[in-house]
């Protein structure tokens, strides 16, 4: 039991190109998250899903597209990185069941746009 | 919309001192949950609790503790006694009806 993965775990972009960050969980979990964090801004939402086959904006979704094609995967896509998209970003997932909905995150994709 | 505010961007203390983490948090939602996060030097994210907003109980766990008011949304963290491995960054977070929402938390720094 993996929990939640993330790959890659680093990269480096220039400007202007584009990649996709996976994000895999094996606890079936319904709802599935992609953050970021940024020094002194704590975590914030960029999108996130509900389902497969669906996806929604969060507090940050400017310049990132997701797709959650299987229910496992969460995919976070930028079409055309900036500087500004430098960060740490972190998947999460939780169940739709139960109290708590506690997420379980990833270990982080640390990103750096040159 | 909810918020969450700690007012503490960075606490340094030295081992064996007793150290407490604020977080001050608003919501229109009646029902909620709150959380505390750390995260070491390391990176990942490691859950430490959830309190519920219908139950103001105080918690212990070792040398951790967590205040839930109510009265003052607040939800504060205790460590006694603290350690070189607390040295961290701590996320207070607090999830309503809709998405959870983090502080932009507190790093603790613990020399020996």
């Known amino acids: 039991n993996a929990g939640v993965t993330q790959t890659p775990k680093f990269r480096v972009l220039k400007t202007g190109q584009s990649m996709t960050l996976l994000c895999a969980q094996d606890?079936?979990?319904?709802?599935m998250y992609w953050y970021r964090q940024d020094p002194g801004m704590g975590l914030r939402l960029i999108h996130y899903?509900?389902?497969?086959?669906?996806?929604a904006k969060g507090e940050v979704p400017d310049g990132y597209n997701v797709s959650r094609l299987k229910k496992q995967n969460f995919l976070l896509g930028l079409e055309s990185a900036a500087p500004s998209q430098t960060s740490v970003y972190f998947c999460?997932?939780?169940?739709?069941?139960?109290?708590?909905?506690?997420?379980?995150f990833g270990p982080g994709t640390r990103l750096t746009v040159l | 919309a909810q918020k969450v505010t700690q007012a503490q961007t960075e606490i340094s203390v030295v081992e064996k001192e007793d150290v407490t983490l604020d977080c001050v948090y608003e919501?229109?939602?009646?029902?909620?949950?709150l959380f505390w996060y750390k995260q070491p030097p390391s990176g990942e994210l490691v859950f430490l609790i959830r309190r519920n907003s219908f139950d103001e109980q105080n918690e212990i766990s070792g040398r951790y503790s967590w205040n839930f008011q109510k009265s003052t949304s607040s939800f504060n963290f205790t460590i006694t006694a603290s350690q070189v491995v607390d040295s961290a960054v701590y996320f207070c977070a607090l999830k309503g009806y809709s998405t959870l929402t983090f502080g932009k938390g507190t790093m603790l720094l613990v020399s020996p």
């Open positions: 606890m079936n979990h319904e709802y």
């Open positions: 919501t229109r939602d009646t029902t909620y949950y």
């Open positions: 999460a997932s939780s169940s739709a069941t139960g109290s708590y909905n506690e997420q379980f």
């Open positions: 899903s509900v389902g497969e086959g669906t996806t």
